[in-house]
Antibody, heavy 121, light 108 residues
Framework: EVQLVGSGGGLVQPGGSLRLSCATSGFTFSSYGMSWVRQAPGKGLEWVSAISASGGSTDYADSVKGRFTISRDNSKNTLYLQMNNLRAEDTAVYFC??????????????WGQGTLVTVSS | SSELTQGPAVSVALGQTVRITCQGDSLRSYYASWFQQRPGQAPILVIY???NRPSGIPDRFSGSTSGNTASLTITGAQAEDEADYYC???????????FGGGTRLTVL
């Protein structure tokens, strides 16, 4: 059974940093691209970042480029999102999602349960 | 344009057929995938590719594309289909992932 378990969310002040993790199991992690997708309260889905199966290719939405860094540890089957210089508009539930291919992003066949990030003073 | 446009809401009588549409230039190059999201839950993939359903998705869900418009059709809508539905594709210029704004389906 494929499982994606996100963690690391919480309350952080504007300008602060947070690191999200997504622990996976039930599939060959190193064979598939992964993404982070967020959803602000009461709003729609917004793609944030993607990483290839090997970790050699990454991509970011313009809204987070230069502030967020996606990475993965294929030995630990875990995906990460380092978020720096956080803003109020980054407040959202962050979902990790498994892609159907290695790269480039195709479609997301499994999603984690989401972890809430709140940016507020 | 690098956007996917969906209508905000649609309703359907129990057992009837409903179509949810998604428009965008990227759909001329890439198929849309469709996700169902119930309140407080993670999205679930319901349609991908030309018209494929993941294991466990009922066959009342189907997908199609014509020009720059992708459609999700639910034939014989059930109460449990009441949810938000999102289309998804890729920007043909930047390869960035795109999501539509979502359509709220109400089953009457």
């Amino acid at each position: 059974e494929v499982q994606l378990v996100g963690s690391g969310g919480g309350l952080v002040q504007p300008g602060g940093s947070l690191r999200l993790s997504c622990a996976t199991s039930g599939f060959t992690f190193s064979s598939y691209g992964m993404s982070w997708v967020r959803q602000a309260p009461g709003k729609g889905l917004e793609w944030v970042s993607a990483i290839s199966a090997s970790g050699g290719s990454t991509d970011y939405a313009d809204s987070v480029k230069g502030r967020f860094t996606i990475s993965r540890d294929n030995s630990k089957n875990t995906l990460y999102l380092q978020m720096n210089n956080l803003r109020a508009e980054d407040t959202a539930v962050y979902f990790c999602a498994k892609d159907s291919v290695a790269w480039p992003p195709n479609f997301f066949d499994y999603w984690g349960q989401g972890t809430l990030v709140t940016v507020s003073s | 344009s690098s956007e996917l446009t969906q209508g905000p809401a649609v309703s359907v009588a129990l057992g009837q057929t409903v179509r949810i549409t998604c428009q965008g230039d990227s759909l001329r190059s890439y198929y849309a995938s469709w996700f169902q999201q119930r309140p407080g839950q993670a999205p679930i993939l319901v349609i991908y590719g030309k018209n494929n359903r993941p294991s466990g998705i009922p066959d009342r869900f189907s997908g199609s594309t014509s020009g720059n418009t992708a459609s999700l059709t639910i034939t014989g809508a059930q109460a449990e289909d009441e949810a938000d539905y999102y289309c998804n594709s890729r920007d043909s210029n930047t390869n960035h992932v795109l999501f539509g704004g979502g359509t709220r389906l109400t089953v009457l």
